[in-house]
């Protein structure tokens, strides 16, 4: 995270946005207000474990998934330089770097995809990994369920995810597995694809490898994979 603040402190400091004035809202996104009414109903938002915040900076947002949301208001200054103690408050930071770079033009698809966005998502998934990789053995990082059906049907595939309620689930013979079995899966894997997320529970440093490519995908990871320069996966985000 010190790369992260020092990154985007240099951008608020030379466009001369740090004063005190600006001011970042951000707000608790139920799942309809966040991915509207998609098909399927098993995305982890839905069960109610996570939710997306959403920060406001001067009309444009940007949103970071997290599973201890709350509301806050604060200075950019002040959001960008405080204590990133909890997955509270990295969300809170996450999300108003999404929003900020937005405003400023450096990014876009800062916002969740709705309804038919989502298996849109999953339909140009494997094409994505096809013409960047070709025919490697994936890791996922996190479990969203229409990347395991799409990616598992043509890849070796294998997935771990933090939710314990998912741990041992099966999807076309993959079953998912524990953070335990991270190390094991990077020493597998020709390619990581890693949730955003995990800038927000700060475990994003293991899926950035020398010697290994690594895709992060969704919204939450807008800011900090233009930051550090890391590739990104969203093709149908807003």
Same mark, same amino acid.
């Given at each position: ?47 109610? *474990? ?5 920060? %406001? ?11 201890? @949301? ?17 997955? @509270? *408050? ?38 994505? !990994? ?32 933090? %939710?314990?309620?998912? !741990? ?7 079953? !998912? ?33 020398? %010697?290994?490519?690594?895709?992060? =995908? ?7 994979? =233009? ?12």
């Amino acid at each position: 995270m010190k790369e992260l603040k020092k990154q985007i402190n240099k951008i608020i400091h030379s466009r001369g946005i740090k004063n005190g004035i600006v001011r970042i809202k951000t707000k608790v996104l139920s799942a309809e207000e966040a991915i509207g009414n998609p098909e399927h109903n098993d995305y982890p938002i839905q069960k109610g *474990r996570e939710r997306l915040m959403q920060a %406001d900076f001067n009309g444009a947002y940007g949103v970071a998934f997290t599973d201890m @949301f709350g509301d806050y208001e604060g200075s950019l200054y002040e959001i960008v330089n405080m204590e990133l103690k909890n997955n @509270f *408050r990295r969300a809170v930071f996450i999300s108003t770097i999404n929003a900020v770079l937005n405003c400023l033009g450096l990014i876009e698809k800062t916002s969740h995809c709705r309804n038919e966005g989502l298996v849109n998502c999953r339909e140009r998934v494997v094409e994505f !990994i096809k013409d960047n990789f070709g025919n490697p053995k994936i890791f996922q990082a996190g479990f969203q369920p229409r990347f395991v059906e799409a990616l598992s049907r043509e890849f070796e595939l294998r997935v771990t995810d933090i %939710d314990k309620d998912n !741990i041992g689930e099966k999807i076309n013979g993959v079953t !998912i597995e524990s953070p335990e079995d991270t190390e094991k899966n990077t020493e597998w894997c020709d390619v990581i694809f890693a949730t955003g997320s995990t800038f927000v529970n700060e475990t994003y440093k293991q899926f950035i490898l020398e %010697d290994k490519p690594t895709v992060f =995908y969704g919204v939450t990871c807008a800011g900090a994979t =233009y930051l550090l320069n890391l590739k990104r996966y969203c093709p149908e985000g807003l």
